[in-house]
């Protein structure tokens, strides 16, 4: 299993451009969720989903939007980026039900904004 | 607002030491608290775990120390080795109202654990 993997890596935008954050789980985990993660903050929820074709809204969502069509996928888009968020984009998913219900986090996504 | 406060920022342990971090938290809420572990350029993984009705937690050199009166939980890393060298993140975890639970995170320890 690869578990929750992130494309692309690294990306380098221009202010006012677009782009999509790919993320995908193969454990078959009904939540899946996007954080931000900045210098001295730790980890900020954006955009979460309980299942295919659902999604909410996290603390910091403004500037950005989700998709969910399928559901091992999660799709985080910026439609037009702006320089303060350039940051470490992070997915994360988690399976239903038990006390456990921890997060399992992708390798990270780190996009610069100029 | 910073709803759960960890602290130290960074740390510097010898070899063979205790490293302790602390968190405390707000919100009467929170239902689990994990503390997850991040090496450069990876993401968050859990490394423990506890619930509020559990004063102490062990799991091989890493302890979970919970006082519910007073919020504050804390991890003990004992016999510290190089290889534990990385941030470790607190966080404490509530359940959202439609499903899924959201995590709220402490700002980090960057840990050091010299020869």
């Known amino acids: 299993n690869a578990g929750v993997t992130q494309t692309p890596k690294f990306r380098v935008l221009k202010t006012g451009q677009s782009m999509t954050l790919l993320c995908a789980q193969d454990m078959n985990h009904e939540y899946m969720y996007w954080y931000r993660q900045d210098p001295g903050m730790g980890l900020r929820l954006i955009h979460y989903s309980v299942g295919e074709g659902t999604t909410a809204k996290g603390e910091v969502p403004d500037g950005y939007n989700v998709s969910r069509l399928k559901k091992q996928n999660f799709l985080l888009g910026l439609e037009s980026a702006a320089p303060s968020q350039t940051s470490v984009y992070f997915c994360?998913?988690?399976?239903?039900?038990?006390?456990?219900?921890?997060?399992?986090f992708g390798p990270g996504t780190r996009l610069l904004v100029l | 607002q910073q709803q759960v406060k960890q602290s130290p920022q960074s740390l510097i342990v010898q070899k063979g030491g205790i490293s302790i971090i602390n968190c405390a938290y707000e919100?009467?809420?929170?239902?689990?608290f994990p503390w997850y572990q991040q090496f450069p350029g990876k993401g968050p993984a859990l490394l423990i775990a506890i619930r509020p009705d559990v004063s102490e937690k062990k799991e091989g050199r890493f302890t979970i120390s919970f006082n519910k009166s007073a919020k504050q939980f804390s991890l003990h890393i004992m016999d510290s080795q190089p290889g534990d060298s990385a941030t470790y993140f607190c966080a404490a975890r509530r359940k959202l109202t439609g499903g899924g639970n959201k995590l709220t995170f402490g700002t980090g320890t960057q840990l050091k654990v010299e020869l």
């Open positions: 994360a998913s988690s399976y239903v039900g038990g006390e456990k219900e921890t997060q399992y």
């Open positions: 919100n009467t809420a929170f239902d689990y």
